[in-house]
């Protein structure tokens, strides 16, 4: 009896308590967001680094892109959006270099509305036009954000579960990442179930026809407008007319593309397969990088996202609510889930993810409450806990300088103590969220210059890793060579500590020489890597002393 009333008088505290957290929660998880997108800006370059750029790419590009200051990732071939980007500044299908510029202009024209609101809203400017498309997924972010609080209003902790697991889902995150289509049309389709279900179903099917013009899978969410009662002759014609409706700007679309452009050739082709083909291909292929030495975090993650999608699947499977307009579009998800081809599995972790989206949501809105329902929650929603893997801001910085500003730079000058990396030698810096690295193309230099004319005294530290197993030796340049440090690098950090380092005026070259060449890793990085040179901190720690003259024998 005593504890009964004791948890009944602690009920009221924390319903209040529940109420105060609750809004603070969302409001913090926005302004998470808006700290990530904040270190996707490039100065000079805007957020197009989203874009994802190839810069092996670069020659094919239209004019317009070649005239604007823009991020492009060296020794890499892009990814999808760097097409719809430049569709955007110049929709003008017929335009030649447009068409030499895109894989298949045909294809990707499909998807036409995203370039098309990039283009209006620039008012037909081509930079600015790229600059919106480039932020045009952020924006959606935070709209859907404020839409899917009609299903997840901040009252519970669960409310906050699903609404976080759809909001930081891999796919989700990955289309912010990549500005891609898949966010923006999540959108559309949220909108467009709410106004169904606010039984608006004819302006519904007009949002969900505009939203085929985004992305072709689009209008499946077309199949929440099939009447709830099955026998109902009357509800079946009205979904039929909607779901016309929600089919025929992009049938329309795609007659004036064929009649425009010609045929698209097999692009595209691969998406599609036999039942489960493709789904068992990606298990197949995820458990062969298990098999690796080096698999990492990347199988994991691939792993993490194939029973994620599988517990969603499953649940509208096997608990079948015909009633529920929701269920009958996840269904339809979960159908397409079955029949997606290898083009859409292969990767890390691949674009399934993103693809299948509004049965993420679908699954969050209708897996009951309750304590028994949380297992399956939270396997439905094992994306989240790396999903901040792709959201990785551009590397910008390669070093740190600690120290007293007096010894860390020359007040006069403005110059300061630094280590400068050749791009011949090393790629251009990366980042996560707590590291900072390059990795380096084979045998490398580092060149450690203290612009003082006296020499100074410094602490350094950094870090090597590696995809493969591998010896690094450390070595000054010059006539002695001398070895400042010496080992073996694998996946796991190496840390090195280098105390008491004398740098003289002027440059100081340290050089990096491994044992074996430059590989590709396993993770499906384009370029040949040998290891990475990480969290490089100087930490200037006083004046040098002068060495003392050697004496001269007479």
Not at 113 to 141: E, K, M, R, S
Not at 387 to 407: H, I, N, V, W, Y
Request: net charge positive; hydrophobic share 50%; aromatic share 14%.
């Amino acid at each position: 009896m005593a504890s009964e009333l004791l948890v009944a008088s602690l009920i009221p505290f924390y319903q209040r308590s529940a109420s105060r957290a609750l809004p603070l929660a969302y409001a913090a998880t926005v302004a998470l967001f808006v700290w990530i997108c904040v270190q996707f800006y490039v100065p000079g370059k805007g957020f197009t680094y989203l874009v994802m750029f190839g810069g092996n790419m670069s020659e094919r590009y239209i004019p317009a892109l070649k005239a604007i200051n823009y991020y492009q990732e060296p020794d890499s071939t892009g990814y999808d959006a760097q097409y719809y980007a430049q569709i955007a500044m110049r929709p003008w299908l017929s335009n030649r270099a447009l068409g030499a510029a895109v894989d298949s202009l045909p294809y990707r024209a499909r998807r036409i509305l995203f370039c098309w609101t990039a283009y209006g809203l620039a008012g037909g400017d081509p930079a600015w036009a790229l600059h919106i498309y480039a932020v045009q997924n952020i924006v959606c972010w935070f709209l859907l954000a404020a839409v899917l609080l009609y299903w997840f209003p901040p009252t519970l902790w669960g409310n906050f579960f699903r609404w976080f697991g759809v909001m930081f889902s891999f796919g989700l995150c990955f289309s912010v990442r990549g500005s891609l289509v898949d966010g923006p049309s999540l959108l559309l389709i949220a909108v467009g179930m709410i106004l169904a279900e606010r039984g608006r179903s004819w302006w519904a099917a007009g949002v969900l026809g505009l939203a085929g013009l985004g992305k072709e899978t689009n209008i499946i969410a077309g199949a929440t407008f099939a009447p709830a009662n099955a026998r109902d002759r009357r509800g079946w014609l009205r979904a039929i007319a909607q779901g016309l409706m929600v089919v025929a700007p992009l049938v329309v679309w795609m007659v004036i593309l064929k009649l425009w452009l010609g045929n698209g050739g097999d692009a595209g082709a691969r998406n599609f397969s036999l039942p489960l083909v493709g789904y068992f291909n990606k298990w197949v292929e995820t458990w062969a990088v298990f098999k690796t030495d080096d698999a990492g975090s990347i199988g994991l993650w691939s792993a993490m996202m194939l029973v994620a999608l599988t517990a969603q699947c499953l649940f509208f499977v096997l608990r079948p609510r015909w009633s529920e307009a929701w269920w009958r579009a996840g269904i339809g998800y979960a159908v397409l889930l079955v029949v997606l081809g290898d083009a859409v599995w292969e990767g890390y972790p691949g674009a399934a993810s993103r693809v299948l989206l509004p049965m993420t949501l679908a699954f969050n809105i209708l897996v009951p409450r309750g304590r028994s329902w949380w297992l399956l929650l939270l396997l439905g929603n094992l994306t989240v806990f790396f999903s901040s893997d792709t959201l990785k801001p551009p590397g910008r910085e390669s070093f740190r300088l600690e120290g007293p500003r007096a010894l860390r730079m020359v007040e006069a000058t403005g110059r300061t103590v630094e280590a400068v990396f050749s791009e011949q030698e090393w790629y251009l810096p990366e980042r996560s969220r707590f590291d900072y690295w390059r990795w380096s193309r084979g045998a490398s230099e580092v060149v450690l210059r203290n612009p003082h004319p006296f020499p100074i005294q410094a602490d350094i530290a950094f870090d090597l890793k590696s995809s493969d197993d591998r010896n690094v030796i450390v070595r000054a340049a010059g006539a002695d060579g001398n070895i400042l440090w010496k080992g073996e690098t694998v996946r796991t950090l190496r840390g090195v500590v280098l105390n008491g380092v004398r740098l003289p005026p002027g440059d100081t070259v340290w050089r990096f020489d491994t044992d074996k060449a430059a590989q590709f890793p396993s993770n499906g990085d384009p370029r040949k890597v040998t290891f990475s040179l990480r969290n490089l901190e100087i930490r200037v720690v006083g004046k040098a002393p002068e060495l003392s003259p050697i004496p001269v024998k007479k």
